[in-house]
């Protein structure tokens, strides 16, 4: 939507990622609501290494998001299997959503807060790699003013994902 300037699709995009991550995070709540997830009690530690590696933002996860973003735009736009979109919400969205839920419910508020950093960091990082993307494929507006238009939202967008990501 940015890309083409397209306000009621940026909207609409918005809309439906967030009701995504919206059901989501909801299911994971009550999941960690009924079914706590045990931390450490005494000395040992009983969560999940998986679920602690999704309270941290590394340069691991950053990459991954990136490589995500830029693989499902590209399956996007060169007509392959929109397969790899899904692939890339399972592997940079839902589990720091789904953690953060979880340890929400189970009252683990500074871990879930660094899962919802994570997640945070993903949709940027997904975000400006799809935009690189779309501008490295020439995805743009075919009139002159909506290219000057889009130009001006690129730069206003880029701007702001980037501050973000930073």
């Known amino acids: 939507g940015s890309s083409l300037c397209d306000g009621k699709l940026v909207l609409s995009a918005l809309k439906t990622g967030l009701a995504g991550l919206a059901l ?6 009550f999941i960690g609501l009924a ?50 979109v899904g692939v890339m919400v399972a592997v940079a969205l839902l589990p720091p959503t789904a953690t953060m839920g ?15 950093l994570l997640l945070a960091v993903n949709v940027v990082c997904v975000i400006v790699s799809a935009k690189i993307v ?15 238009k889009a130009r001006q939202s690129t730069v206003l967008y880029g701007t702001v994902w980037a501050l973000l990501l930073l």
């Not at 009983?46 to 998001?65: F, K, N, Q, W, Y």
């Not at 929400?104 to 660094?114: D, I, K, N, P, R």
């Not at 779309?134 to 000057?148: N, S």
């Open 24 to 29: 989501a995070f909801l299911v994971s709540l």
């Open 134 to 148: 779309f501008l490295a494929k020439g995805v743009k507006p075919r009139t002159w003013h909506e290219r000057h």
């Open 35 to 84: 079914w706590p997830v045990d931390i450490a009690r005494g000395e040992i530690l009983i969560a999940s290494t998986e679920i602690l590696d999704r309270t941290d933002v590394g340069p691991a996860g950053v990459a991954l998001a990136l490589v995500s973003g830029a693989a499902a735009v590209l399956s996007l736009t060169t007509g392959l299997s929109s397969t790899l």
């Open 102 to 116: 979880m340890l929400m419910g189970a009252g683990h508020l500074e871990l879930a807060f660094g899962a919802m």
